[in-house]
Every structure is written in structure tokens, then in C-alpha cells.
């Protein structure tokens, strides 16, 4: 069983919106720190938004003030919530979660679980 599963990508307009979903197995859901990425093509991978245990979140800069990171303690489910979306919101975007949770919002910070991707496309 894949710990991570992503979904919700596709396809949304430039201004639209799109909700993404990250199932976690419960073994692995816990008080792990989570997080989304995402990579464009010909670019690194970024981080987009992260939430630790206690629920504190932290955005990029790029996507504060119109993505809201979240988490649903009862479906082991992980979100964003991506809205105001942009041509360089697209990229492959990918969830993440680790054990150590005191380091959860430090660039520093590794994963040792990954999902392996949804797509996101943004079109004018």
C-alpha cells in the first residue's frame, strides 16, 4: 500500500480554483509534519505549504493569501486549497510527511514520505 496518495489535479482556468487531496495511511498519518511541493518543469522542487501537529501552517510566498493548507484528523486526509490560481501555479505537485515534527516549518526540514504526484495545469 502506497502511504500517500494524491488527487484532485487537473486542469483549472487562471483565477479559478482547485482543491487537492492527500490520503495518508494511518501508520504513517499521526503527529507527522506534512507538507505539499510541487515542480514545474525545468525547475526545482519548492515548497508550497506546510502544517505540523498542533495545526500551525506556513505558505510560500507565491501562494500566501490564496491557498489554505489544511487536515482532516477523521479521513487521515491532507488538502490545499488553491484558489486565485496562476499560469505558475502549474507544476506536479507532490505530499509529503515526516515523523519529526519540531523542525516542520524550516526550509531545512526533509521528508521521508512522499506521494507520487498530481498534476496541476493552469490555463489562460
Known amino acids: 500500500q502506497v502511504p500517500l496518495g494524491e488527487s484532485g489535479g487537473g486542469s483549472g482556468p487562471v483565477g479559478g480554483s482547485l482543491k487537492l487531496s492527500c490520503r495518508l495511511s494511518?501508520?504513517?498519518?499521526?503527529?507527522?509534519?506534512m507538507a505539499w511541493f510541487r515542480q514545474a518543469p525545468g525547475k526545482e522542487r519548492e515548497g508550497v505549504a506546510n502544517?505540523?501537529?498542533?495545526?500551525?501552517?506556513d505558505y510560500t510566498d507565491s501562494v500566501k493569501g490564496r491557498s489554505t493548507i489544511s487536515k482532516d484528523n477523521a479521513k487521515n486526509t491532507l488538502y490545499l486549497q488553491m484558489n486565485s490560481l496562476k499560469p505558475e501555479d502549474t507544476a506536479m505537485y507532490y505530499c509529503a510527511a515526516d515523523p519529526t515534527d519540531w523542525n516542520c516549518g524550516l526550509p531545512t526540514k526533509t521528508f521521508g514520505y512522499w506521494g507520487q504526484g498530481t498534476q496541476v495545469t493552469v490555463s489562460s
Open positions: 502544517i505540523d501537529n498542533l495545526g500551525n501552517t
Open positions: 494511518e501508520e504513517i498519518y499521526g503527529d507527522y509534519c
